[in-house]
């Protein structure tokens, strides 16, 4: 009997729980909850506040006064003018555009160090933590499981004990020797 009891008041206990809890049957928690503060306004921005349209009162104050001067159109040459280059537009065909007349793209100058590196498959890169430019290669055997420096084209790295995916290594990196010994290499 007592291990029925205690199930039984346990299950009571949780159901209890259950029926008091806020936003329960689809409606919302009421107050504000730590988490998630207080309730969300939003307002539309579409028009302006009507405080802030101005009226016609203050739209003919801010003009300028009956006698100030107003602008003039240009005299009838003008619109001579404009008719004649109108007529001209409709009959005549459009100018292809000026091959001078385009700005030049210049040419990406290149080292004969770069050129050489691009050339032999490597990547010229910025390596390193002086700023310079070096030619990076990728090894066949990067990944591969290595014991020693003549087990890799690169570097055999001491601690994942496997082959550099890179050659040459630039920083501070912790490599073995043919002989197995670890040693560190730093290049920069």
């Known amino acids: 009997m007592p291990r029925l009891l205690a199930p039984l008041l346990a ?22 909850n730590p988490v998630t503060g ?9 028009a302006p506040p009507p405080a802030a349209t101005p009226t016609a009162a203050e739209i003919s104050a801010t003009a300028a006064p009956a006698g100030a001067p107003r602008p003039q159109p240009r005299p009838d040459t003008a619109t001579a003018a404009t008719a004649e280059t109108a007529e001209t ?6 100018a292809p555009p000026d091959p001078a007349a385009e700005p030049a793209i210049p040419a990406i100058l290149k080292s004969p160090s770069e050129i050489a590196c691009e050339d032999d498959g490597g990547t010229w890169a910025r390596a390193g933590e002086g700023g310079g430019m070096a030619c990076i290669y990728q090894t ?19 601690r994942s004990r496997s082959c550099s995916p890179i050659k040459p ?20």
């Open 11 to 32: 299950l009571a206990l949780l159901a209890a729980c259950q029926l008091g809890q806020p936003g329960r049957d689809g409606a919302a928690a009421s107050g504000a």
């Open 38 to 46: 207080g309730a969300i306004t939003t307002t539309t921005l579409d």
């Open 89 to 94: 537009a409709e009959t005549a065909e459009p």
């Open 140 to 158: 066949r055997d990067g990944g591969r499981r290595c014991d020693g420096k003549d087990d890799c084209e690169g570097e055999c790295l001491a």
């Open 169 to 188: 290594l630039f920083g501070c990196n912790a490599v073995l020797l043919d002989t197995g010994a670890e040693v560190t290499l730093c290049l920069d």
